[in-house]
DNA sequence: CTGTAGCGGGGAAGCGCTTTCTCGGTCGAG
DNA sequence: CTCGACCGAGAAAGCGCTTCCCCGCTACAG
């Protein structure tokens, strides 16, 4: 049955099978805009599942003049935080009929720009960039450019989580988020603070340290500077941060922030190997809500982000047509509200605070 | 600066720019087979560079005749099993310098097919399998045609996790990670389980299961039918079989085997929200060793399989040279030394027992 | 019965790249 | 000084597909 042919099977090979001309097969098999006779159709259709034929996407590509990827860049495809957004990316996609090429930056800024590069060649339709948010200038302006020209050649860009690039942008309210936990943590009576965030460049980090310093702020509370320490932004990272937080002297802290989930894990582990009980001993709270945190004890408080809506937003503001209006809004509107309305070129992702078992609250205590 | 031009820069444009021809300009950038001349290269990539050109891989593919890429199938992508291989994968294609397009098959068996079927469009040299293993006939059957068809005409095919379809893997045993641990578990003192599994189609489910009740028979200590409940391969699978084992009557079972972690976790969740304390009241044991089973109180006693490795292992697999059979070491001896064994299509991983407090020993209890 | 419009098949010109092949130029040996 | 060998630039022929364009055909109005 299957014979031993060693070069795949062309659209060529089929329309000669059928005995009809090249176009014709090729609008038989895709090309839409104009009608087979359903006769020959059928002969095509026959002849392409008979030679197992699948049609070559490259030169597809080439002839048409786009592609049909997306080029998804996450940070770390092991930690849960992206493979949530990429499962939303990936059903988006293939929803649209998309393939998705997957790249990993290792939260390295050289590596995204590198990346992007690379990705070019491919001619994506779409490059999401879910990795690190790195507020280095000189990044900053290579990345801005490189992305520039993926879009004046018809590419489409979208970023995941606020930045300052003017590029369409699924926002992810993590300032605010933040402060609204701030708020209610003091609201169970919570009064001295410690925090775990990542490196200063990290725009994540940065913003949920900020919004959580601020929540506190409105009630008069300060995070005691030594109370803030800093580390990788992973689930080690968090736990050599809660040791160095415990070295500091933590006596009189209540409750310890750390700036993710993976963190916050990690610094439960490190807090229990110095015999430190969180729940008990000290509270904790994280931030992302990935699915582990409802399984470690105690459950962890956190922001719940719906990161595989994330994911799929992403994808559809990607795919949503281009600059309605003449009033293209450039760069510097990027603040919040872009009153020109047309080009509402960010999507805001809300965030809320789920409180659980790792905060009782200073009652309890 | 940036012009606001609004079709790719082409080749064609850089050899105009640089003022050389179209195949000295394509074999400045990328073609090695023949020396430019330094001055010419040099021409040719400051025009690159001016232009910002960035090469077209898909009709690079179609004029080589081959692509970079290498195409990944996974169950499901925030399930950290599955996302760990996909780091290994990831890592070892660019280090190889290769592209990775990953698609999710959310664990149907119909949609691997159906996937299978779309890539090949792609032309990638790899196709790695990492998604559900099968046992039903007629898909086995429909796959490994269309897989060998990817085959005979020059594609790779790898499969992760044993199956027994005729193809390259890397194998994980299951079988015998399973046993071991049962054996471990018997040394311990437990002589009373219950177990978790996944559906009976799941080939990983199976073994695993099967090992374990082996090594538990070789001490004549056997799981009786109505401890096992059946599940989604998920934490929340794990969950719900966790209550339904409670609802079945456990009192006398001293350990729970989940036939993987995250329905341990799940396992665990669910004992817990029944007043059951895992670690304490009963014993819960997993496979696979993810790295949350670490900071899950207790810390889960698992199966541990190198996952990254695997995934890096699956991609080196795909690019030793296909058999060797004359004893054709291609250029530049590039990699691993595959001195001889010429055929050996399968490469085992080791597991290796993990013990934590999960399983504290039956003389505590 | 003629003129015209629409339908749809097929030839052929690309798409952006690689890779033969041709051919002028250099260089060293005789 | 001549000749063959070699180097390397450029012209051109593809790679597998899409799509424009031409053209023969049928249908229908005038």
Redesign the pocket.
């Known amino acids: 049955m299957t014979d031993q042919r060693t070069?795949?099977v062309?659209?060529?090979d089929v329309a000669q099978e059928a005995?009809?001309?090249?176009?014709?097969a090729?609008?038989a098999?895709?090309?839409s805009?104009?009608?087979?006779?359903d006769a020959?159709r059928q002969r095509v259709l026959a002849a392409a599942s008979k030679l197992n034929?699948s049609?070559?996407l490259s030169?597809?590509a080439?002839?048409?003049?786009s592609t049909t990827s997306v080029a998804l860049i996450v940070g770390d495809i092991s930690d849960p935080y992206f493979s949530s957004i990429a499962a939303g990316v990936i059903k988006g996609s293939d929803d649209a009929g998309l393939i998705v090429t997957m790249s990993v930056t290792e939260r390295s800024t050289q590596r995204e720009l590198e990346l992007v590069r690379a990705l070019r060649g491919q001619r994506p339709r779409v490059i999401i960039l879910a990795g690190s948010r790195s507020s280095e200038e000189e990044h900053q302006g290579a990345l801005a450019q490189e992305l520039q020209a993926f879009e004046s050649n018809g590419g489409r860009v979208v970023f995941v989580s606020q930045h300052e690039l003017p590029f369409d942008t699924v926002r992810i309210d993590n300032y605010g988020g933040a402060r609204a936990l701030a708020l209610e943590l003091v609201a169970l009576g919570y009064t001295r603070f410690a925090a775990i965030t990542g490196e200063h460049a990290l725009l994540t980090a940065t913003d949920r340290l900020a919004g959580f310093s601020d929540g506190l702020a409105s009630h008069g509370i300060m995070i005691a500077p030594d109370h803030i320490v800093t580390g990788a932004f992973t689930r080690d990272g968090g736990y050599a941060g809660a040791l160095e937080l415990v070295d500091r002297g933590i006596d009189d802290v209540e409750l310890v922030f750390a700036v993710n989930d993976v963190m916050a894990i990690g610094a439960m582990s490190g807090l229990r190997s110095r015999g430190i009980e969180p729940g008990r001993d000290i509270a904790i709270a994280g931030f992302d809500d990935i699915q582990t945190v409802r399984d470690v004890t105690p459950a962890l408080t956190t922001v719940s982000i719906p990161l595989f809506e994330v994911g799929e937003s992403a994808l559809a503001v990607a795919l949503r047509p281009r600059d309605v209006g003449v009033g293209v809004v450039t760069g510097d509107g990027a603040g919040a509200g872009v009153a020109g309305a047309s080009a509402e070129r960010d999507v805001a992702v809300a965030t809320s605070v789920v409180l659980r078992a790792s905060t009782p609250g200073i009652a309890v205590r």
């Open positions: 070069s795949p062309t659209l060529h005995g009809v001309s090249l176009a014709t090729s609008r098999l895709n090309g805009s104009r009608t087979v006779n020959y034929y049609t070559n030169a597809q080439v002839a048409k003049g």
